[in-house]
């Protein structure tokens, strides 16, 4: 491979190797196929590996790699040909790629979404407009690398496979209209709340379109295991202990370690007591979504909200006037809710144009 490829295949791991020669060769293989005119041989690869084990750099030189070889095909305006997916918006925006349900234009975001049998996007309203749109922007990709595959249900992929056919109608007929497909993640990680996670056996699972979706997942062959540990070696001992909790096997000592890092109950802050959910702020989303509010020229209006976005999913059509926050918090607490997440004490609702680009 010549060093215009600007990559570093000297620095990988063993156990990464494996995998990128894999989508090496077919990379290759797609661009024969495609000066030629001819089918291609889709790969559906799973890449397995625990955090520090450089899953990310990993599906950064093979999206390098990919772009250097159609780039080199005497093309003047080399179109994208990755595209790059995760489940979370935090997880999208750590590869430089989108959301699954905004990619492929997944508009319910509720926990029994997937449950049920495909509703194809051209039989929705507008969705004709919308399925002609994603499908010409999405004409030219050959791989889609999805992310975190730990948190995806079975239900989902099977309504991505059923999506990405009526993306690539040529190819209706092959798994994920015929697209290369590489999956990473962790395996070891505790399972998502979803009705069924991927790794759920299939006897274990009733609803049709989840078992669909497994049997999917089942039929993928190609499986690799990043062995390396980048991220543990700052601190061997700690990444040593997680391992075996991982595995379920914690020694004494491991929980005395886990013990000693934790802050004792005296050195909380008093706002800890009420608190109903703790969860750690994205450095580097924070920033650019700052950087993209200060860049902005549009002044931006605040406006007071009604619930209306959100209101199509009640059973009831209802206005929420100002200062009833926390009877929608309630409200989402209860057992018969009709809402599926907690709003925060303050409403407000800001648009601009460059907004779009915001991550979560």
């Not at 449950?115 to 919308?130: H, R």
């Not at 379109?209 to 999917?216: C, L, T, W």
Request: neutral net charge.
């Amino acid at each position: 491979m010549g060093e215009d490829s600007s990559i570093s295949c000297a620095s990988m791991a063993d156990s990464q190797w494996v995998p990128f020669v894999l989508a090496m060769q077919q990379s290759r293989a797609r661009l024969k196929a495609t000066l030629k005119c001819t089918e291609c041989q889709p790969l559906h690869l799973i890449i397995n590996g625990e955090g520090g084990s450089g899953k990310s750099w990993l599906i950064d030189h093979i999206v390098k790699d990919v772009n250097f070889v159609f780039s080199g095909s005497n093309q003047q305006h080399s179109p994208d040909r990755v595209q790059l997916l995760a489940h979370q918006c935090t997880a999208a925006f750590n590869i430089n790629g989108q959301t699954i349900c905004s990619a492929l234009g997944f508009s319910s975001f509720s926990r029994s979404a997937f449950s049920t049998p495909y509703a194809s996007l051209a039989a929705q309203k507008n969705g004709p407009t919308k399925l002609k749109q994603i499908q010409e922007r999405y004409k030219d990709i050959h791989l889609v690398v999805i992310d975190e595959f730990n948190v995806i249900s079975c239900g989902m992929l099977y309504w991505i496979d059923q999506r990405m056919r009526e993306i690539w109608p040529s190819h209706r007929h092959l798994r994920f209209g015929g697209r290369d497909i590489v999956f990473t993640g962790d395996s070891a990680q505790l399972d998502p709340v979803v009705p069924y996670s991927l790794s759920t056996p299939t006897h274990k699972i009733a609803n049709e379109a989840h078992k669909k979706g497994r049997e999917i997942w089942e039929e993928i062959e190609l499986e690799c295991t990043l062995t390396s540990q980048n991220r543990g070696k700052l601190d061997p001992e700690w990444f040593d202990a997680l391992r075996r909790l991982r595995k379920l096997e914690p020694t004494p000592a491991d929980v005395d370690l886990f013990h000693s890092r934790c802050c004792l109950t005296e050195q909380y802050s008093d706002s800890f007591a009420a608190a109903k959910h703790i969860a750690h702020k994205n450095v580097d989303a924070e920033t650019a979504n700052q950087k993209c509010i200060l860049a902005n020229t549009t002044p931006i209006l605040q406006i007071k909200s009604q619930h209306h976005v959100q209101q199509k999913r009640l059973h009831h059509q209802r206005d929420i006037p100002a200062g009833t926050v926390h009877a929608l918090v309630s409200e989402a607490e209860a057992v018969n809710s009709d809402r599926d997440r907690v709003v925060g004490t303050q409403i407000k609702l800001c648009w601009c144009s460059s907004y779009a680009n915001l991550q979560c």
